[in-house]
C-alpha cells in the first residue's frame, strides 16, 4: 500500500507516517519505481502495534524500545503509566471540584470568581496555621463561600482548622446542611465522620435533624450519633438505639447522659428503665457495668427498684455502682 491509502485507512496522518520513517519507527520496506514509500502486510501491522501503545501513553522512544525488545518486561512500565495515570485523573478531579465550588457560589463577575479560586487555593494551603487563619480572617456574610467552606470542612484532617471552619459555617445558618446532608452517603468513611461532625457543631433544628434522619445508616459512627441526635430532640424512640450504644462502649457516655435529658425532661423514665433492665439481663459483665452507672440520672421509683436489685448482683463491680447509686438518690440515705 502506498502512504496515502495507508493514511486513509488507518486514520493516520500522511504527515505522522512520515515522521515514524524519519525517525525509524516504522518504514516502508519498500518503494515504487517511482520513488514512493510502499508499505507491506509487516509495516501495517507493527503501525498498529505503534499505535496501540502510544494510546497507553508511552512515548515515541518508549514505544521503539518495547518494539525492538522482545524480552522487554512490561510490568515495571504498566505500573508508571498506573501511577502516572492516577496523578492526572487527581489533577483533573482536583480542577473539577474547584470548578464546580466557582459555580456554586454563583459568580456574576469576574472578580467573584478570582476571589472564589483565592478562597479554594487558602484552604488548601499545605500549612494548617495558614489554613486556619485564613478561615479566622474571614468577615462578613459568607454565604456566598458556603461550597469551598464546606468542601474544605468535608476533607480537613486537621482538628484545630476542622472547628475553624464548622465556626465559619455555622455563621451561615443552615446553608451547608443539604451538602452534609449529602456526605452523609458518602463511600468514604472520614468524609461521613467529617459531615456527622459538622452537623453536630451548627446545631441547628435543621443540621441535628438531618443527623438524626441517619438512624439506619449501614456506617455505625453515623447511626451511633444519629441516635445521640434524636436523643437530644427527646425523641423516645431513640432509647433501644442509645441503650445499644451504652451496651457496645461505643459513645457510652453521651449515650448515658441521652437517657438521662429523656428520663428526666421528655418523660421516658418507664421507656429506659425497661430497655435498661432488659439489656441488664443478657449483658456481659463490663456492658451491665455500665448499664448500671448509666441509672445515675434516670429519676423515679422504677429505677429505684432495678438499683435495689442490683446491689445483689454476683459481679462485684455492678454491686457496688448500685449501692453508691442508691445512696444518691433523692429520699434514700443508704440502700436496702
Not at 451504652?246 to 428503665?273: I, K, M, N, Q, Y
Request: glycine content about 10%.
Amino acid at each position: 500500500m502506498l502512504i496515502g491509502e495507508v493514511s486513509a485507512r488507518s486514520g493516520i496522518s500522511v504527515r505522522m507516517l512520515r515522521h515514524y520513517d524519519k525517525v525509524g519507527l516504522v518504514s516502508p520496506t519498500g518503494r515504487t519505481h517511482g520513488g514512493y514509500r510502499q508499505y507491506a502486510d509487516a509495516d501495517v501491522r507493527r503501525l498498529f502495534q505503534v499505535e496501540g501503545l502510544r494510546s497507553l501513553g508511552l512515548s515515541l522512544q518508549q514505544v521503539a524500545h518495547v518494539l525492538d525488545d522482545l524480552a522487554f518486561d512490561p510490568g515495571p512500565m504498566v505500573e508508571r503509566m498506573i501511577e502516572r495515570t492516577r496523578a492526572r485523573l487527581a489533577q483533573e478531579e482536583e480542577l473539577l471540584r474547584g470548578l464546580l465550588q466557582v459555580r456554586a457560589g454563583e459568580p456574576a463577575a469576574w472578580t467573584d470568581v478570582l476571589r472564589t479560586i483565592a478562597l479554594v487555593r487558602g484552604l488548601r494551603a499545605g500549612d494548617p496555621s495558614a489554613r486556619q487563619r485564613l478561615v479566622l480572617g474571614l468577615t462578613g456574610a459568607l454565604d456566598d463561600d458556603v461550597a469551598p467552606l464546606t468542601e474544605a470542612a468535608l476533607a480537613e484532617p486537621d482538628p484545630n482548622v476542622s472547628g475553624a471552619l464548622h465556626w465559619a459555617l455555622a455563621r451561615t445558618g443552615d446553608t451547608a446542611v443539604p451538602a452534609l446532608a449529602e456526605a452523609l452517603g458518602s463511600p468514604d468513611a472520614a468524609r461521613r465522620r467529617q459531615a456527622v461532625v459538622a452537623l453536630e457543631k451548627i446545631g441547628s433544628p435543621r443540621a441535628l435533624g438531618t443527623l438524626a434522619e441517619a438512624t439506619g445508616h449501614a456506617d455505625a459512627f453515623v447511626r451511633g450519633r444519629a441516635a445521640l441526635a434524636r436523643g437530644a430532640r427527646g425523641d423516645a424512640d431513640a432509647v433501644p438505639a442509645l441503650v445499644a450504644l451504652v451496651v457496645e462502649g461505643r459513645e457510652d457516655v453521651d449515650a448515658a447522659d441521652a437517657l438521662g435529658v429523656l428520663a428526666a425532661r421528655h418523660g421516658c423514665t418507664g421507656d429506659v428503665v425497661r430497655e435498661v433492665a432488659g439489656a441488664l439481663a443478657h449483658a456481659p459483665v463490663e456492658a451491665r457495668r455500665r448499664l448500671t452507672a448509666a441509672l445515675a440520672e434516670v429519676p423515679g421509683r422504677e429505677a429505684d427498684d432495678v438499683l435495689v436489685t442490683l446491689v445483689e448482683d454476683p459481679d462485684r463491680g455492678v454491686a457496688l455502682t448500685a449501692r453508691a447509686l442508691l445512696r444518691t438518690r433523692p429520699g434514700r440515705g443508704t440502700a436496702r
